[in-house]
């Protein structure tokens, strides 16, 4: 699942060639009409597909931004505001093309599911190989409760307080620490990529107990965190499976990933291991994180 950099970087990369561009009007795949047809909601949530093509209809893009996995398409429409919220899933993409024969990957062009033709004769388009993703039109952020709980970016002054004090809290003081900061609530954009690598940078092991783990770790941790994030972030994201930035380009961070998915420890060169973790896969040294 793309992480908070992976996040980032289709962010930087949309915004250049959507903002200031005006939506006239949008298609939604087959799959999507049948999912609603048969009381589902396959990546556009909330609202009817007649309200949500409805609605973008004449929408200028004005910003676009991101908030911890997501990505906000701040929106106008008759001189009022709205909010499109996009979640990528596990595989879902952004695609900015003048002709849908301009998507090179196959997998990609198969599984289109939402066209939002622009005014301007180009094309902005949301793909998704395994559907998890969501399309979610809002009049502002307020409106969808879950947006409000996560925690603070982690890049905030504010973030690493947030993170002491939710770690100390009996709901999570005796989960693993790998569960805790993957948790959005507790640090915003963490996933297991991200996680496994910082906690192998501090040599903690990913099932420890976080109360287990001193104020002074806890707060190196943070730091490390943000560190890999950051790094992520320049590198243009990991491109792992099926991730890609907008148009199909690659990150690079995945050349520079130091445990995960890894079969031997590229420190001590003992064999690794792994656990599960909320339900993830966690690749761990045995020898070297304790």
Known sequence: MPELPEVEGVVRELSPVSIGRTISDVNVSDVIRKSKELGKEAIVKGKTLEDFIEELATMTIVDITRRSKYIYFHLEKDGLPHLLVSHLGMTGAWFVVDT???????????????????????LLV?????????????????DYLPLMKMAPEPFESIAVDHFLAM??????????????????????????????????????????????????????????????????????????????????????????????????????????????????????CPKCQR
Not at 100 to 122: C, P, R, S, Y
Not at 126 to 142: A, H, N, P, T, V
């Open 100 to 122: 849908l024969e301009a998507i090179t990957e196959q997998k990609f062009k198969n599984h289109i599911h939402v066209v939002f033709n622009m005014a301007d004769g180009g």
């Open 167 to 284: 770690a100390a809290l009996p709901k999570y003081a005796r989960k693993p620490i790998k569960e805790v900061i993957m948790d959005g609530h507790v640090i915003s954009g963490c996933g297991n990529i991200y996680a496994t690598e910082a906690l192998f940078r501090m040599k903690i092991h990913p099932g420890r107990a976080t109360e287990r783990i001193s104020e002074k770790r806890k707060r190196e941790l943070f730091q490390e965190i943000v560190d890999v994030l950051q790094e992520s972030i320049d590198a243009g994201g990991s491109s792992i499976s099926d991730y890609r930035n907008i148009n199909g380009e690659a990150g690079t961070m995945q050349t520079r990933l130091k445990m995960y998915g890894k079969k031997v420890c590229g420190t001590c060169g003992k064999d690794t291991k792994s656990m599960k973790i909320a339900g993830r896969t966690s690749v761990y």
């Open 126 to 142: 949301y793909s998704d190989i395994r559907r998890f993703g969501e399309l979610r039109l809002l009049q502002k952020e307020e």
